[in-house]
């Protein structure tokens, strides 16, 4: 079965663009060092900009974000004037049905 998925607009698109490109990554690190008792405050963190989340069986933790770079350069493009077209060429395949 198949989500509802909204439709995705150009402003909204560049705006989480926007928003991932800045994340901060407190929240992460407090993941990582979040004692078990507190596990119910993981849906209160701010989680956007991590990627990945690792721990291992002897506590080593490891974790990777989001590349900033990419985000900013992407933001770049796609504010551009061919921006906008690819950004509908992008859109179109997104709302595509999956086969």
């Known amino acids: ?5 909204s439709p995705l607009d ?3 698109l560049l705006e989480q663009m926007g928003r991932l490109a800045c994340a ?3 929240d992460a690190v407090k993941l990582a060092y ?3 008792e507190e596990r119910d405050a993981i849906g209160r963190l ?11 069986g002897a506590g080593t933790v490891e974790m990777k974000f989001t590349d900033r770079m990419r985000a900013l350069e992407r933001l770049l493009e796609l504010s551009g004037p061919s921006g906008e077209e690819q950004l ?4 179109q395949r997104m709302e595509e049905p999956e086969a």
């Open 24 to 26: 901060k990554v407190n």
């Open 46 to 56: 701010d989680l956007s900009a991590l990627t990945e989340f690792r721990r291992s």
């Open 1 to 5: 079965m198949k989500k509802d998925k």
């Open 10 to 12: 150009r402003e909204a």
């Open 34 to 36: 979040l004692p078990e």
């Open 88 to 91: 509908e060429r992008f859109l």
